[in-house]
């Protein structure tokens, strides 16, 4: 990690900043320090999309980041689901994930995204890309926008460093993270296929798993992949393995998709 905290040269004095704060280690340390950079010389907004599928654990760090900032954190919901329910994304598109990803990103996170835009235009955008993720902050510049600050990347921060960080703070990280899971996303992500993953929600959140595994049935999504090929949850083995948690990131508002690291 370098210390070293530069503006960014593209930033003028009185541009919008808007960091997207995911309930996450890594957009809480990137908004730490998009603050420390530029707070009085531009104006800063931390604005989290709010999903009701995310363990309520979630809100309290929420809470706790915004007093340790001392910015208010800022809501985007969909108008067509102000209630920000995945479930009632995927029961009313009759659809829940592909290879494209998953339509309660798409919905939830990029549109209401969008929808605050709209309204507040910032001039810049800050996700939190540690300094492992450089390839997919280059590859939202090409395929999102370019108006894209990387503090973590720019300060080698890495996820174990924001980690670190939130800890030296006084801050207690999410409970979803001592329950075994990779982030702080929603629990039972449909967007993952590792039977590793869903057997720990089956473990973890068993009454989850069964929601999942009825809705998926029943509207005819195969979410899990076993030796290549998709089954439904209903038919994954309780002892199926398979890439370990620690080397398992399922991205949500960003490129929306399951990656093995």
Known sequence: MNNELVRDPRVTEGDKIAVWFSCGAASAVAAYQIIELYKGFAEIFVVNNPVEEEDQDNRRFLKDVGDWLGYPILEARSSKYPDARCVDVWEKRQFMSGP?????????????????????????????????????????????????????????????????????????????????????????????????YWNHVRKQHPKVFAERAEQSERIGARLVRVKG?????????????????KNMTIECGIFCEEKEI
């Open 100 to 196: 494209r990803g998953a339509p309660c990103t798409l919905e939830l996170k990029k549109g209401a995204r969008q929808e605050w835009e709209a309204i507040h235009k910032p001039d810049w955008h800050v996700l939190g890309f540690t300094f492992e993720e450089k390839g997919r902050s280059d590859r939202f510049r090409l395929t999102e926008r370019d108006n894209l600050l990387t503090p973590l990347i720019d300060t080698e921060t890495t996820k174990e460093d924001c980690f670190k960080e939130v800890n030296r703070a006084g801050l207690k990280l999410p409970i979803i993270y001592e329950l075994g899971y990779p982030n702080a996303n929603c629990i039972g992500c449909v967007k993952a296929t590792s039977p590793t």
């Open 229 to 245: 090929k998709r089954i439904f949850l209903t038919e994954l083995d309780p002892k199926a393995k398979g890439h370990p948690m």
